[in-house]
């Protein structure tokens, strides 16, 4: 595990800390795990530092002997005694209370951006606080909800449904409830109140019948999560989406079904992907024994390196309509630059000069193939020599025959129309007539050959 700063000073670590927020600009693949680091800067404090819930409530409560710690008020065990209920519900009414106040931090609002631009598969809370809900993300973690469905998983319960400590039914909070558990006492639940009355009314026996008490919908230390099964197989199905990031947000891994969970999470990036990796931010560093499955310890606030990564790779705040209007502008330009570009090119370039032929052969040379071979004997016979001249002025040596003239003639008014047109002309060879061709070798004193002319 390898600890960063925002501001490193050192060359690697600026590297190091570019690289990954690099990776998590481009990854389309994470999972997220959140705890009371993120909403510290909302207002509510987190549960272990100097000024935590834990030491909150031992300072209030420092006559309670049953309340040694902090964290007993967070365990099963409490509800043996009817001290212990009244302070939890008071304090669970003035978290409840407060929590309402409070509006979300940056981390929260970066967390909904990763769900808008679908970079975020899943993200795990142990938060009660349910501050993701006012930015509308789906945080009911029932087996009622389809699991895909499901953006934001409450690990540890939510503090704005009550339960039933007997039926399990689930309410919201109303007046009522919130007058009686300011006061320390519990409602009862009205569905056991209801199917006590209803056997009353039919004379049955009343013994069995019990009436269970109302209570935030918090997971406590020693308690069984009634919702585990759903849990694991939703969290399979995300490891089988094949992860390659892990954030880890404002917790100090100290519950150990979160350590467990991180554990698997860490193995399957590590194993099923080599450039997976696990990045954890949160002032508080790790101990040594997360080494191995920590990549990087990012050491700052959460809200701090949002504003880092904000700074640093704007693009990656942008909203998926923005960053598309962004994209086909810039599309747009660099078409613009090439059609610039080529506009100039041809403006700029001058025409190919003619080649230049001496008077003397300038009608041989537009002599074009298909023209009549009279013409061409007429020609042939103006000229002083049976040679031409190419335009740097040398003699290109020709025999004396008019069959070879011209198929020098030929290939040379060829070369002239490929330098002057893009365009390759693939000229026939002119077959002259048997009468044409003895006609010009009477003409020229020359004797026949035996073999044929090519």
């Known amino acids: 595990m390898r600890t960063l700063l925002l501001d490193p000073e050192d060359r690697e670590d600026k590297l190091c800390l570019s690289m990954i927020n690099q990776k998590v600009s481009k990854s389309k693949k994470m999972l997220c795990l959140t705890g009371a ?17 834990y030491n909150l409530v031992k300072q209030e409560n420092k006559g309670v ?26 304090f669970m009414h003035s978290l409840y209370e407060h929590s309402r106040q409070i509006q979300p931090t940056d981390t929260h609002l970066f967390i909904k951006h ?42 540890h319960g939510d503090l704005h449904k009550l339960s039933c400590t007997n039926c399990s039914n689930k309410f919201s909070w109303d007046l009522e409830y919130e007058t009686l ?55 399979n199905q995300d490891l089988n989406k094949r992860p390659n990031i892990l954030l880890i947000f404002g917790t100090s891994l100290k519950v150990n079904g979160v350590q467990s969970l991180v554990k698997k999470i860490a193995k399957n990036l590590h194993e099923d992907d080599s450039k997976g990796i696990v990045i954890y931010i949160n002032k508080t560093p790790l101990n040594s024994s997360w080494n191995s499955i920590v990549d990087f310890h990012i050491q700052a606030d959460c809200d701090e390196w949002v504003q880092h990564l904000r700074t640093n790779f704007p693009d990656l705040f942008l909203t998926q309509s923005q960053l598309d209007l962004k994209k086909n502008k810039k599309k747009r330009s660099i078409i613009k630059e090439e059609n610039n570009c080529t ?41 002083d020599q049976g040679e031409l ?49 003895r006609r010009v070798l009477k003409a020229r004193n020359i004797p026949r050959r035996k073999n044929k002319i090519p």
């Open 65 to 90: 002997k049953s309340l040694n710690k902090g964290q007993d008020l967070f365990d099963i065990s409490l509800f043996r005694q009817e001290e212990t209920i009244q302070i939890f519900n008071r």
């Open 181 to 235: 558990l300011h006061n320390g006492e519990s409602p009862e639940c009205p569905k056991c109140l209801e199917f006590y009355f209803a056997r009353l009314s039919q004379g049955k026996r009343l013994s069995s019948i019990n009436i269970g008490i109302l209570r935030p919908n918090i997971i406590l230390y020693g308690e069984n999560n009634e919702y585990s099964e759903y849990l694991v197989r939703g969290f």
């Open 114 to 155: 990763l769900y808008e631009r679908k970079k975020l598969i899943r993200c795990y809370t142990q938060n009660i606080d349910g501050l993701e809900r006012k930015l509308g993300l789906v945080t009911d973690n029932t087996n009622e909800l389809k699991w895909k469905d499901l953006q934001i998983v409450q690990l």
């Open 389 to 437: 001249t190419d335009e740097d002025g040398e003699n290109n040596n020709l025999l004396p025959s008019p069959m070879n003239s011209m198929n020098s003639m030929i290939e040379q008014n060829t070369k002239i129309k490929q330098e002057t047109n893009p365009i390759t002309v693939h000229s026939k060879r002119i077959k002259p007539t048997v009468g044409s061709t």
């Open 343 to 383: 506009t100039g090119d041809i403006s700029l370039t001058p025409p190919v000069t003619p080649t230049k032929v001496k008077s003397e052969n300038a009608r041989l040379t537009n002599l074009k193939p298909s023209d009549n071979i009279q013409e061409y004997i007429s020609l042939l016979d103006d000229t």
């Open 37 to 53: 680091g993120i909403s510290c800067n909302a207002g509510i404090p987190d549960f272990r530092s100097n000024k935590g819930l």
